[in-house]
């Protein structure tokens, strides 16, 4: 088994299990906004670049993973069409 076969596991892991737990809230929590979604995508971008003390391999790859399914789950949600009432 190849050393990255690990990183791409868990990263796939993270990333699945993030995106999930976006929907999941999106269709339960009436007060979760895009704005919501986008701040915490903010603080995570901050997150990522906050690294002097050098966190690891396994915390970088969680970071990027949510990073990615934050990324998608906006990206999705843009591109639905809007309800007109």
Same mark, same amino acid.
């Given at each position: 088994?190849?050393?990255?076969?690990?990183?791409?596991?868990?990263?796939?892991?993270?990333? /699945?299990?993030? @995106?999930?737990? =976006?929907?999941? &809230?999106?269709?339960? %929590?009436?007060?979760?906004?895009?704005?919501?979604? /986008?701040?915490? @995508?903010?603080? =995570?971008?901050? &997150?990522?670049?906050? %690294?002097?003390?050098?966190?690891?391999?396994?915390?970088?790859?969680?970071?990027?993973?949510?990073?990615?399914?934050?990324?998608?789950?906006?990206?999705?949600?843009?591109?639905?069409?809007?309800?007109?009432?």
């Amino acid at each position: 088994m190849p050393l990255s076969d690990w990183k791409e596991r868990k990263f796939d892991e993270v990333y /699945r299990a993030c @995106l999930a737990s =976006l929907e999941r &809230q999106r269709r339960t %929590d009436p007060s979760f906004t895009v704005d919501t979604a /986008r701040g915490v @995508l903010e603080h =995570l971008y901050i &997150q990522e670049g906050n %690294d002097w003390t050098g966190r690891g391999e396994v915390q970088d790859i969680q970071i990027e993973a949510s990073i990615a399914a934050y990324e998608r789950f906006l990206s999705d949600w843009a591109s639905e069409p809007a309800i007109r009432t």
